[in-house]
């Protein structure tokens, strides 16, 4: 191999062999199959014959055609049957993402505290506050988002997702 970092031009092609050639977990085969049909041959079975390279050349011109015409009908099932895979791993991974999620419920009237995020102005340096408020929900919006206003109800238009929210106990 080449030492160095000034020389990453050459390495490239090794990577990215091994990037289209590795097993996904997401969709359960590699990009190359997805693309070509078929799994890849190695540079050393070209050099060192396998089976597989010995069968494919000692095979006519018109049947290696129908096989790989075959092979090329035998793609779209490959990839519907990839799709299935992703999405069981999709509903997988939710579902253990879910265990661990604790739903909140907020009401209108309630008063809650908002998170002082580092990139608004209110916070000024590592000792401000991590909490603004109290402030007053005015109305529950979906998917979690709340319209907030201030106890005084001077300031109106607060819109802010429940992450940034916890209760205000008195």
């Keep these: 191999m080449v030492q160095g970092i000034r020389q ?3 390495k490239l092609p ?12 997401l969709i359960g085969a590699t990009f190359y199959l997805l693309v070509y049909g078929i799994e890849v041959v190695i540079p050393a079975e070209v050099k060192i014959p396998s089976l597989r390279i010995i ?5 006519e011109d018109t049947e290696w055609v129908k096989i790989r015409l ?7 099932e490959k990839r519907l049957t990839i799709v299935c895979f992703g999405q069981l791993y999709q509903q997988m991974i939710a579902r253990a993402y879910n265990k661990k999620v604790h739903p909140r419920h907020f009401e209108v009237g309630q008063l809650v ?11 000024k340096g590592k000792f401000s506050p991590n909490w603004q408020g109290p402030y007053l929900i005015k109305e ?3 998917k979690g988002v709340l319209h907030l206003t201030d106890v005084e109800e001077k300031i109106t238009c607060i819109i802010v997702n429940a992450d940034a929210i916890k209760r205000y106990y008195i």
Excluded: G, M, N
């Design 70 to 76: 075959e092979q090329l009908t035998l793609i779209d």
């Design 55 to 59: 069968v494919e050349a000692r095979i």
């Design 8 to 10: 990453w031009h050459e």
């Design 14 to 25: 090794f990577v990215l062999l091994e990037y289209r050639t590795t097993v996904r977990t």
């Design 140 to 142: 529950v919006l979906s």
């Design 113 to 123: 505290l908002k998170r002082s995020l580092p990139h608004q102005e209110e916070a």
